[in-house]
């Protein structure tokens, strides 16, 4: 009878299989991790590089445009088509001379003149190297309404308001907020009566559908012939 045996297994060739399948995946891990240091060191790289563009173009545009001596304002150029003062809407736009032209957020110029109720529109203008342009559309009254204000010491006065075409409220302009002087054209102006305190809030129409209406008709009467024939 034959008998088979098997033939011992080689360790030492085994051993050797088994270090260098460990050595191919200590390669293989070390190539991962060359891989992900290479692409943290570039992305490092590009940040850096790109902030580094943000605060240069941000210092070059502040040494070269908004803090340049050169786009200082030398001259304010307002005009209004009413009466209103030119020093008043200087204040009102909060713009100075030496100021930066480039700096300046006209937006809020704009705004912060329209935010006055006597002003109906505001346009800001840039015209370099040294100007700023502000030209002013005022609100023209057509109407008023008296009502009783609470002075000091209790007692009570005469306060007024003013309307204009589109019934939006404004209070009369001090005297030292005008160009000209006060001339007494408010006696002349129709007077409106019977309006809730809460209808009218200054720099805003009054909605009420009764005032609209008056208005309406105050300005049809003064294109009437009849104008000069009626106290309204």
């Not at 399948?21 to 490092?44: C, D, E, H, P, W």
């Not at 008296?146 to 939006?168: I, M, N």
């Amino acid at each position: 009878m034959w008998s088979t045996r098997r033939k011992p297994k080689n360790r030492r060739f085994a051993r050797d299989h088994v270090l260098d399948v460990k050595l191919r995946s200590s390669q293989r891990r070390q190539r991962r991790m060359r891989q992900t240091a290479l692409f943290l060191g570039g992305a490092f790289s590009v940040f850096f590089g790109l902030f580094g563009v943000w605060r240069g173009g941000e210092w070059s545009v502040r040494r070269w445009l908004t803090e340049n001596p050169a786009f200082a304002i030398h001259q304010l150029d307002v005009q209004t088509d009413g009466v209103i003062a030119v020093e008043q809407l200087r204040r009102w736009a909060g713009v100075r001379l030496e100021n930066n032209l480039l700096a300046l957020d006209l937006a809020r110029v704009k705004r912060d003149l329209e935010l006055v109720p006597a002003i109906d529109s505001a346009d800001v203008e840039r015209v370099l190297p040294h100007t700023l342009r502000i030209r002013v559309t005022e609100r023209e009254p057509i109407a008023q309404f008296e009502f009783p204000q609470l002075r000091a010491g209790g007692a009570y006065g005469g306060g007024l308001y003013l309307l204009d075409a589109k019934g939006c409220v404004m209070s009369p302009l001090e005297p030292q907020q005008r160009a000209v002087p006060v001339v007494q054209t408010n006696e002349r102006l129709p007077v409106l009566v019977g309006i809730p305190l809460t209808d009218l809030r200054p720099g805003r129409p009054a909605e009420s559908p009764q005032v609209q209406a008056a208005l309406r008709l105050i300005q049809a009467l003064e294109r009437s012939p009849m104008s000069a024939l009626l106290d309204f």
